[in-house]
């Protein structure tokens, strides 16, 4: 049984990871820290979790991690990294932040307004889109865990990228994300009568952060520069992502090269023709679906993704990746079926 601590256990992908692991046949959940709720009970801050035995919160300065194994560390961005510097070395840990998931400083500080303080460990963590770094996530001691928009995104355009048969210079990502996507602080425009009954566009104009996970991959993978346009918008839900992608390229050759690409996985499924996803049919799994059109523009393809933005898009690719690193089977505790409705 292996020993888990999850830093940062009082938002919602810690809640996320401890719904997750409290079904997890060989991960045992040991510490549970927190900042400004330390020394309070988990079922005080989150009663959905109260028939759960859980350690109290503690403040990170007093976990002892001599008997951890593996280190979810689900903290603000910048924080993440000055926590994790200073972590024992024999820990393995998977970060959930943005701290570790740009392999260049540049682009870190660019995209994220400040210098990286663990330059000595951003230059071995692995970026932790599962089906894509299984082999180095294995032998990772720390793995970067994705946005929850890039995950999506990237599901439908690699594997295109990746083969070449679509137009590099045309394409575009239009994106809808529920609210539980900006995390659990208060914010005026988060409120219910700010929220409801509507929907705006954000982060408009290549502005958003996770745009730097899309240039790193998909140039990585083209072999040149590769700049997608990408609108998100925030919907009123709790939970979900949905991603449309529209790309200049063959219908038949887009299906084969993602139903081929996915054929073997346990988690992403390529529904049969006319059938277009739901973020209802995936909510709290770790199932991403993806459906492909052929659009009445010729040679161009409507592509769309859904996820949870909290499990598959965070704490349950978060998951799926310690089962790697510690040499489990990576659906391990992960058969979780959608709620619904």
Not at 189 to 196: I, K
Not at 224 to 248: C, D, K, M
Not at 298 to 318: F, H, P, V
């Amino acid at each position: 049984m292996y020993k888990i601590a999850i830093l940062g256990a009082s938002g919602y992908t810690g809640a996320e990871l401890i719904r997750i692991l409290s079904n997890h046949p060989e991960m045992e959940i040991e510490v549970l820290a927190a900042h400004s709720k330390a020394s309070q009970k988990m079922e005080i801050v989150f009663p959905h979790l109260r028939s759960l035995k859980l350690p109290s919160l503690i403040k990170i300065d007093d976990v002892d991690f001599s008997k951890i194994d593996l280190c979810f560390c689900a903290l603000p961005h910048k924080t993440s990294q000055e926590v994790i510097r200073v972590l024992p070395k024999h820990l393995k840990i998977i970060d959930l932040s943005a701290d570790f998931r740009l392999q260049d400083a540049a682009e870190y500080e660019k995209w994220y307004g400040n210098s990286h303080q663990a330059l000595e460990i951003q230059d071995k963590a692995v970026y932790g889109l599962t089906e894509f770094y299984r082999k180095e996530i294995r032998g990772a001691r720390v793995v970067a865990g994705t946005g929850c928009n890039a995950a999506t995104g990237l599901y439908i355009l690699r594997p295109l990228v990746e083969k070449g048969i679509i137009d590099l210079e045309n394409i575009i990502l239009d994106l809808k994300c529920a609210v539980s996507g900006a995390g659990r602080s208060l914010k005026e425009t988060l409120l219910h009568s700010e929220l409801s009954e509507g929907t705006n566009a954000y982060s408009v104009g290549g502005v958003h952060r996770h745009l730097g996970e899309f240039d790193q991959e998909l140039s990585k993978i083209a072999g040149r520069a590769v700049n997608i346009q990408f609108t998100p918008h925030l919907i009123p839900a709790n939970r979900g992502i949905l991603a449309t992608a529209y790309v200049n390229g063959n219908y038949q050759e887009v299906r084969e090269t993602l139903s081929q690409r996915y054929e073997s996985e346990h988690f992403i499924h390529i529904l049969p023709s006319g059938e277009t996803p739901s973020t209802h049919h995936v909510r709290g799994s770790n199932e991403c679906h993806i459906g492909i059109v052929s659009d009445r523009i010729e040679n161009r393809c409507i592509i769309i993704a859904a996820l949870d933005n909290l499990t598959k898009g965070s704490s349950g690719q978060a998951v799926q990746n310690a089962n790697l690193m510690l040499g489990i089977d990576e659906t391990v505790g992960l058969s979780l079926v959608p709620l619904f409705p």
